[in-house]
């Protein structure tokens, strides 16, 4: 259990809200499976993200464009059911609210209705904005996501660091101001530089919550495989590794496999 997680009462949107006006750092990391959900929750994280991210480290896609709703609803059902602490955030997948207000409502209403998560995250600022009222409009709580958001990456053509640039960066910051005032509880902020999410953390009232956005915002976000170093494959300036779970299991799978080939497991004690 954390240190800074002494209160066991359940992390709400507002809670995050009175988190940042006190000046509290908001923890969020990525959990896709019930397991991995509970250590995380019992180790005291504030918001696990049901990301899309599981399209990568879950189903091996290169992008998260594959990502379907059902296969969303199914991991945030997972997760839902072992966490008791953390507010629950499911990403709606690409292509599941962009076009259609009406397709993204109902896709919000499904993620909510059958997985029991607390809140809906979506990618984008004004290009999505009529998507987001009516989410709100049924009282889901949305996370916005701004900066490099993966599901536009054949837009971008790169995963390199944006806004560096003062008209993406001026973008960037109406964008985030939109999405305080149509009512999101908080942004998360992806790869920009860290002076421009500075900027935006301290002239919006909701948290701002970076990966790869340096450390002026009210809070970070991992994913999960990453930062326990079970993808070791990516390796980005802004991660820091917390173990190295890959050889860990390496390690260990491969003594089981020695165990079984010379006929040391099971001993007499691990049979009936
Ligand atoms: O899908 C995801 O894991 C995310 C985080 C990188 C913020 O959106």
């Known amino acids: 259990m954390s240190t800074y997680t002494e209160d066991q009462r359940k992390v709400t949107t507002r809670r995050l809200a009175e988190m940042k006006q006190r000046g509290e750092k908001i923890a969020m990391l990525t959990a896709y499976d019930y397991s991995m959900a509970k250590l995380i929750d019992e180790a005291g994280m504030d918001v696990i993200l049901v990301g899309d991210s599981a399209s990568n480290v879950m189903a091996g896609n290169v992008t998260t464009l594959p990502m379907t709703l059902d296969q969303m609803i199914y991991h945030a059902t997972s997760v839902v059911k072992g966490v008791k602490r953390a507010l629950v955030v499911a990403d709606l997948p690409f292509g599941t609210y962009q076009g259609n ?3 993204a409502l109902a896709s919000a209403i499904r993620v909510m209705k059958e997985s029991s998560a607390e809140a809906v995250k979506i990618e984008g600022g004004s290009e999505i904005r009529e998507s987001i009222e ?3 409009c049924a009282g889901i709580p949305v996370m916005g996501h701004l900066g490099l958001t993966p599901q536009s990456i054949n837009k971008f053509g790169s995963y390199a660091v944006r806004a560096k640039e003062d008209a993406e960066a001026a973008k960037l910051l109406e964008d985030a101001k939109l999405l305080e005032e149509l009512g999101c509880f908080a942004i998360v902020l992806e790869k920009i530089p860290a002076q421009l999410a500075e900027k935006v953390a301290k002239e919006l009232t909701i948290p701002v919550i970076g990966i790869g956005a340096g450390g002026g915002v009210d809070g970070q976000v991992l994913v ?4 326990l170093g079970i ?3 990516f390796s980005p300036r802004f991660l820091r590794r917390y173990a190295d779970l890959s050889t860990v299991i390496n390690d260990a799978v ?3 496999i020695d165990d079984v080939k ?3 497991f ?3 004690k691990e049979q009936y």
């Open 134 to 136: 009516r989410i709100l």
């Open 224 to 227: 999960m495989h990453d930062m």
């Open 254 to 256: 491969a003594r089981y």
């Open 262 to 264: 010379t006929r040391d």
């Open 101 to 103: 207000s009406k397709e």
């Open 231 to 233: 993808n070791k494959g």
């Open 266 to 268: 099971p001993s007499e």
